[in-house]
């Protein structure tokens, strides 16, 4: 059982649409992150989102973070070709013996031309 | 400045052999994580370091896995006796000790034949 997971898994939009993807669990988390990736590259951070209900913005980016803590969601707007990748979520896992990062199984975005 | 490096960035051997993977971290940067990305997955905690020694290796998935970082910095990854499924990208990342953020480097795809 995955503990974060991630809907949908793959999306094809056209350039200038909308869309939401989601990372859902059934236990609390003290933060979240979102991490974008690029084929051939590794995962880039996004946004790190900590307080319940807080909204976060990242240029046509929204990020928010459920009341509960218990999902999270990142909603594109008016997406573009360049936003074409693997969106992927994850909780940090320990304190003082690091900072390990559980990934969910990622959506992967195609925004066509 | 220089991010973290991976080499090779590919890898083709057959299933049976020993391969080494390595990572140049950033420097200064005294965290560092191995993670195993599947295909259509997201990332899998591997193991993690702090300076030289392993603080948690709680992810390798059997003793033929194994990592070493005798000098605080660049990393290695071996893995003995290859098998079709240790096939995956092999992501390694980086943060100072007590950073937020992880910084990942491309990855090594790996393909046991």
């Known amino acids: 059982t995955q503990l974060l997971e991630q809907s949908p898994q793959f999306l094809s939009i056209q350039e200038g649409e909308n869309l939401t993807v989601y990372c859902n669990s059934s236990?609390?988390?003290?933060?979240l992150q979102w991490y974008r990736q690029e084929p051939g590259e590794g995962p880039v951070l996004l946004v790190t989102?900590?307080?319940?209900?807080e909204v976060k913005k990242l240029k046509r980016l929204t990020f928010q973070f459920g009341d509960a803590r218990k999902d999270s969601s990142l909603h594109i707007t008016a997406a573009q070709p360049g936003d074409t990748g693997l969106y992927l979520c994850?909780?940090?896992?320990?304190?003082?013996?690091?900072?390990?990062?559980?990934f969910g199984g990622g959506t992967r975005l195609m925004v066509k031309p | 400045g220089a991010g973290v490096s991976q080499t090779p960035s590919n890898k083709v051997t057959e299933k049976g052999k020993y391969v080494e993977l390595r990572c140049d971290p950033i420097?200064?940067?005294?965290?560092l994580y191995w993670y195993r990305q599947s295909l259509g997955q997201g990332p899998e905690f591997l193991i993690y370091?702090?300076?030289?020694?392993?603080?948690?290796d709680s992810g390798l998935p059997n003793d033929r896995f194994f990592a070493v970082r005798p000098e605080g910095s660049v990393s290695t990854l071996k893995i003995q006796r290859t098998e079709r499924g240790d096939s995956a990208v092999y992501l390694c990342?980086?943060?100072?000790?007590?950073?937020?953020?992880?910084?990942f480097g491309p990855g090594t795809r790996l393909t046991v034949t």
């Open positions: 990342a980086s943060s100072s000790r007590t950073g937020n953020e992880q910084y």
């Open positions: 236990s609390v988390f003290s933060s």
């Open positions: 989102v900590v307080t319940g209900g």
């Open positions: 994850a909780l940090k896992r320990g304190s003082d013996a690091g900072n390990m990062l559980t």
């Open positions: 420097s200064g940067h005294t965290a």
């Open positions: 370091f702090q300076g030289t020694g392993a603080a948690d």
